[in-house]
């Protein structure tokens, strides 16, 4: 279930004499997740700025008497799509540093990592029915994210649910490219792959129009991504970005 919360509807910004309106919202949001792992990407950046401090994210709705420290945690990807680094949720009764956050896995350093707009990573949950709180200020407008070579973890950066059509891959020539070469995996909760979704542009695929399809481009993919659910990006080239349509609330 996804509880948003919205406190302030539009943003002004002024520029000389000009005030230059942003669809960006500002309030806070708590996602209930599965057992076990989901990719995740913070729908929220930090008010004012492009990126998201680790520490702003807290797990809500877990007993943590009833679990290990350390057992809720957030690992990242390497563009192998190999697992990174690993950060664990410990409470500060039990934690070295005597604060309540995100630490290395052995709880005696708090976590440094601010993840940039667009940027997700996998989640473990002990229990079903845990949450992540998060808050901060969300773009509604257009936005477009550059995605760096082969794996990316990403997702929906909106906090209403988007189609998979309204994320556009840009700034790639397919006809230096197989068709199909841009794909988006979804997982379970084992971490192990669900679905693939390719890109294929009208002139090749089945269906005669351009967008996300299954891995045969014989049928337009129908897939819906809620707010804050990842996926994994392939991506066969530098300078490759994403671009995410305008939402409204």
């Not at 007993?63 to 563009?79: A, L, R």
Request: glycine share 10%; charged share 20%.
């Amino acid at each position: 279930m996804k509880k948003l919360m919205i406190a302030t509807a539009v943003l002004c910004a002024a520029v000389g004499a000009n005030a230059l309106e942003s669809a960006n919202v500002v309030g806070y949001s708590q996602t209930d997740y599965r057992k076990k792992y989901t990719l995740v990407v913070p729908e929220f950046d930090k008010v004012g700025e492009t990126g998201l401090d680790i520490q702003t994210i807290k797990p809500v709705n877990v007993d943590m008497e009833d679990y290990g420290e350390g057992d809720i945690n957030i690992q990242t990807f390497t563009d192998s799509a190999t697992m990174s680094q690993t950060f664990c949720w410990y409470d500060s009764e039990v934690s070295e540093t005597g604060e309540s956050g995100w630490h290395d896995v052995t709880g005696e350093e708090l976590a440094v990592k601010t993840f940039t707009k667009g940027e997700g990573f996998m989640l473990y949950m002990p229990v079903a029915g845990g949450a992540l709180n998060v808050s901060g200020e969300v773009s509604l407008d257009e936005v477009t994210i550059p995605c760096r070579r082969k794996y990316t973890l990403m997702g929906n950066i909106r906090p209403v649910a988007v189609s998979i059509q309204d994320i556009v891959p840009v700034d790639v020539d397919m006809e230096d490219y197989g068709e199909g070469d841009i794909n988006i995996q979804t997982f379970t909760d084992s971490a192990t792959m669900s679905e693939t979704f390719c890109w294929y542009d009208s002139e090749v695929s089945e269906t005669g129009e351009s967008g996300w399809h299954d891995v045969t481009g014989e049928v337009l993919a129908t897939k819906t991504f809620a707010p804050a659910e990842g996926f994994m990006l392939y991506m066969p080239t530098t300078g490759g970005s994403l671009k995410y349509k305008a939402v409204t609330l």
